[in-house]
């Protein structure tokens, strides 16, 4: 894998301390990908989902199954459950 | 019945009028027209200082076109459309709006309501109350 942009949203952009961030990164899917931004520093844990459903987008399309493929994604982005309307 | 959809992501207000008037150029055959309107409310226990909304915008607008989609398939509509707003909010702003037409009222109300809820909670936008002694994230009961 290469360069990806990873976006944070509402209460998981507080947590990380930013709204977005070009990485390099390893993983080949979601889960490892989470795993991997983890053992970069403890305001990750926050993607773990312990207090809250956390969603993701793999280059803008929503994604529920964790294992899903993100190779070749240019973007990926993390948010808690929506609230609109 | 061919429809036309509308959809916006935006930080400006929506102009009621406006939209009636638009909506009367473009549809003959309907006789029946449902809006929503969502509006900011104050809270039961503090004074709301602002709501700040926040937004994927990208992603949110191809979330309610796709609703919006379904629910043209669901039901015979001549119009519809969707204008979000984000950012920051004062009491009684409006947030969301939600027009229908369609020939008979059941159709239009039925998609009306359809639509709100799934924009509730499958649409990545995000509240938060700021108010003079709390802040807090909306979340969905």
Known sequence: MGKVKLKYFSRIREAIGKPSELLEIKSNNLLDLIEELQSMGEQYSVLKGRDFVVYSAVDQNMVTDLKTSIEGATEIAFFPPMTGG | MKNEIIVAVQKI?????????????????????????????????????????????????????????????????????????????????????????????????????????????????????????????????
Not at chain 2, 21 to 46: C, H, I, Q, W
Not at chain 2, 110 to 127: G, H, Q, R, T
Request: glycine share 2%.
């Open chain 2, 13 to 141: 207000d929506f102009d009621l009028n406006l939209e009636m008037e638009s909506l009367k150029a473009k549809t003959k055959k309907a006789g029946a027209v449902v809006f929503f309107v969502g509006k900011v409310r104050d809270l039961e226990d503090d004074k709301l200082q602002y709501l700040e909304i926040e937004s994927f915008e990208e992603l949110a607008k191809s979330q309610i076109k796709e609703i919006c989609k379904n629910a043209a398939d669901r039901w015979d509509l001549e119009y519809i459309l969707v204008k979000h707003r984000f950012g920051r909010l004062k009491l009684n702003d409006n947030i969301v709006l939600v027009v229908t037409s369609s020939k008979h009222r059941k159709n239009a109300y039925d998609a009306s309501v359809y639509i709100m809820e799934y924009l509730k909670s499958n649409v990545p936008f995000w509240k938060k109350e700021v108010a003079n002694k709390t802040q807090n994230w909306v979340e969905n009961p």
